[in-house]
């Protein structure tokens, strides 16, 4: 018995290694090659043997394709649509919640609004957002990034105040606190780790939406996902450039992300025992 749970034991760690090493394989490559020449890239495409940060330097100083403006655009936008997706679907997530607000009919809408395919909803879009003069601003790409993670963010903040122990908002109220107060001084600070598990994936979805950032944007609201594409000429396809765009962009929502695991894990966890 103590033999079979440990062999058990290792397949299990076998396993685990095998997954994370599959993972990581394509990232790896990825940030070996941003280090690569060119014609290194092309003659040894799995090893190394002359590294240099070419890549790097020429993506933040080539003219006109600055990386670093599509990183401020990058963060403008990701950071601006989370803050409003929590700013909204807070409050709307308390009604459902605990006023079950639309029956079940209304969670449903809001959940198969993400379900569809975004695509379908860009013609019609960028018809209106030429009427509003929307096209390449940071303002229009965070308010369709807020379109289409509400339904996201609303499912992980009912599931999460769902858990919440109604009788403090019960004594609350018996002592004549309204239901602003009560969602300001006892929901909002009890529903931290949910809120952040929410904007963390709110963040990542904006900074790594590419679609609705290539058709809305031409140039001064462009984001990291496009800035990378732009490597790809008629010319040529500057694979190391690529790399080095993509390994730069990476890198603010893997430290993010580390910095705040536990929470996210914490609030993922708590808000799925009732979902």
């Known amino acids: 018995m103590v033999a079979g749970k440990l062999v058990r034991a290792v397949l299990v760690h076998l396993l685990a290694v095998a997954a994370t090493v599959l993972f990581f394989s394509p990232i790896a490559y990825i940030v070996v090659m941003s280090f690569k020449p060119y014609a290194e890239i092309i003659t040894n495409p799995l090893g190394i043997r002359n590294p240099t940060l070419r890549n790097y330097y020429e993506i933040f100083t080539a003219p006109g394709y600055s990386f670093t403006g599509y990183i401020v655009n990058s963060v403008i936008v990701s950071l601006g649509s989370t803050a409003l997706s929590l700013l909204i ?17 209304l969670s449903f809408y809001i959940l198969s609004l993400r379900l569809l395919p975004p695509i379908i909803f860009a013609v019609p879009l960028y018809m209106l957002y030429m009427v509003l003069g929307l096209i390449d601003t940071h303002l229009g790409l965070i308010l369709l990034y807020t379109t289409f993670n509400m339904p996201l963010v609303t499912f992980v903040l009912i599931s999460f105040i769902g858990e919440l122990p109604l009788e ?38 904006s900074w790594n939406e590419f679609l609705f950032a290539l058709i809305f944007t031409l140039k001064k609201a462009q984001t990291v996902t496009v800035g990378a594409s732009l490597y790809i000429t008629a010319w040529q396809i500057k694979w190391g450039h ?25 609030g993922l966890t708590l808000g799925a025992l009732k979902a």
């Open 89 to 105: 679907c807070l409050p709307a997530a308390y009604s459902i919640a605990r006023f079950k607000t639309g029956s079940t009919h």
């Open 168 to 205: 403090l908002e019960e004594a609350a109220l018996v002592d004549g606190a309204p239901r602003m107060t009560i969602l300001r001084e006892i929901v909002i600070p009890l529903t931290g780790p949910g809120m952040l598990a929410a904007a963390i994936l709110n963040f990542m979805a």
């Open 242 to 266: 690529i790399a080095a765009a993509i390994s730069v962009s990476i890198v603010p929502t893997v430290v993010f992300v580390a910095l705040v695991q536990r929470y996210l894990v914490r």
